[in-house]
């Protein structure tokens, strides 16, 4: 404890000549446990070149303190942000570990999920008048202590402007049995190219791993006044429908996003749709064998500490933050009112059963649906119905910002974790279906934050 003392001031000392040092506490209270969390933040600003930390501590007991009690009092240290972005003329280069995005503004985004988490990244941008480009490599698992295999994704977009309208391609992939792979990072080629060729031929010989690609387009239209776009994510399609009717009809796995906002003289305005189908984001998986590249940050739903605790689905998608087999509307509502920053929305959100880690669910096999199957969607005997209001205010005060939250939600059939009753090597992780529990939530956040 001593030395993280000695470490603040110090680090302190050296930023404070040279860098903005912001400082917060906040306080989260809910109908399960009350928590705090405090908030370290330095940032150097300087012609195109910033430089960020964000050090969190919290003692919400999601994960287990790096010291006894008696040293840091049940908090551990997250870190959200830690790294470095460069801004020169058309280019912009950040690597760290840094929340990240979609290239669509939406709390609906398909690719990069709106949560924004945070993941070690290298990312390349390139924008100009009538062109821009993005690739950005996203670690996964590296050197797993605990036996899981190295993982690592890899996120592309490119299109064309035409005066407000931006037209473009997205694509991500997700590979198994290394960490990184500099040619999805480097190459434009879209990335369903470059595994093929890799995996299937080679030059002179192949090389490869477990990996998969889904690919998808996006347009989206700014002006001053409002904001409109539209997206969607491939992960597979089913061409038998047209070459093959009356053999095994797999399920389409597809997601959509579509919405905007526009500026009244009342406030900002909002409303969103998207939704994806059943299996959408899964790994493969078979008798033999489980590919593990589903496109998630974790191989798994459970982490052991204290017990068996779930990762949070919006914390484990890379992307669509309601994950498969879903549909959700959104509205939101966004105004300035006597210096204070208002932001608030409302979600009705219904999910069928979902495994970001489970090929299948609690199937075997694919071809265990059938030779007429074809696609799923909310197709359960129940199904959760989620409604969410949140609305968040933020103003400063004697050179302070007070920041407060409130978070009310009632789920119906809420989902939870149960084990495949097919309990084989590939499948025995935990998936999520709909219960019959219905619970009502709430959450309260008081914090400030203070700059130097």
């Not at 991500?172 to 999805?184: A, K, L, M, N």
């Not at 490869?208 to 387009?217: H, Q, R």
């Amino acid at each position: 404890m001593k030395k993280f003392l000695v470490f603040l001031f110090v680090f302190y000392s050296i930023m404070v000549l040279s860098a903005k040092f912001n400082f917060g506490i906040d306080l989260e209270f809910n109908n399960i446990k009350e928590y705090q969390k405090v908030i370290f933040e330095f940032v150097h600003d300087y012609e195109g070149f910033n430089f960020i930390i964000e050090l969190n501590a919290l003692n919400d007991g999601k994960y287990k303190p790096s010291q006894p009690d008696v040293y840091y009092k049940g908090f551990y240290f997250y870190m959200k942000n830690g790294g470095v972005l460069i801004n020169k003329n058309n280019y912009e280069i950040s690597f760290g570990r840094l929340q990240h995005s979609d290239i669509v503004d939406s709390p609906y985004s398909l690719f990069i999920s709106s949560k924004k988490n945070s993941a070690i990244i290298l990312d390349f941008e390139y924008e100009d008048k009538s062109f821009f480009y993005e690739s950005r490599y996203i670690e996964l698992n590296r050197e797993s202590t605990i036996g899981y295999p190295d993982r690592g994704a890899n996120f592309k977009n490119y299109g064309i402007k035409i005066g407000n309208f931006r037209l473009g391609y997205e694509e991500s992939i997700v590979y198994v049995g290394t960490s990184f792979d500099i040619e999805y990072f480097v190459n434009p080629i879209p990335n369903f190219f470059i595994q093929y060729i890799n995996i299937s031929s080679g030059k002179p010989w192949t090389h490869g791993y477990n990996a998969n690609s889904i690919l998808g387009f996006m347009v989206d239209y700014l002006d001053k006044n409002k904001y409109l776009y539209g997206q969607i994510l491939v992960d597979d399609i089913n061409t038998n429908r047209i070459f093959a009717p009356n053999s095994y009809q797999n399920p389409d796995k597809i997601a959509w996003s579509l919405g905007g906002k526009i500026s009244t003289k009342f406030g900002k305005l909002g409303i969103y749709n998207a939704g994806a189908t059943k299996y959408t984001f899964e790994p493969y998986g078979n008798e033999n064998t489980n590919t593990k590249y589903g496109y998630t940050y974790y191989p798994d739903v459970i982490y052991k500490y204290g017990g068996e605790k779930t990762i949070p689905l919006e914390e484990n998608y890379i992307g669509y933050i309601n994950g498969e087999n879903n549909l959700s509307f959104m509205i939101t509502y966004e105004n300035i009112i006597n210096n204070i920053n208002l932001k608030s929305n409302f979600e009705y959100s219904i999910s069928g059963s979902k495994s970001p880690a489970n090929p299948w669910h609690e199937l075997l096999n694919w071809d265990e649906l059938g030779k007429k199957s074809g696609t799923k969607f909310l197709d359960g005997e129940r199904l959760e119905h989620k409604c969410t209001f949140n609305l968040f205010a933020d103003y400063e005060f004697l050179g302070i910002k007070f920041m407060n939250e409130l978070t009310l939600k009632y789920t119906k059939n809420k989902l939870k974790l149960v084990s495949p009753e097919n309990l084989v090597e590939y499948n025995e992780i935990k998936y999520f279906v709909p219960s019959d529990n219905s619970e009502i939530s709430w959450n309260l956040l008081l914090g400030f934050e203070v700059s130097f």
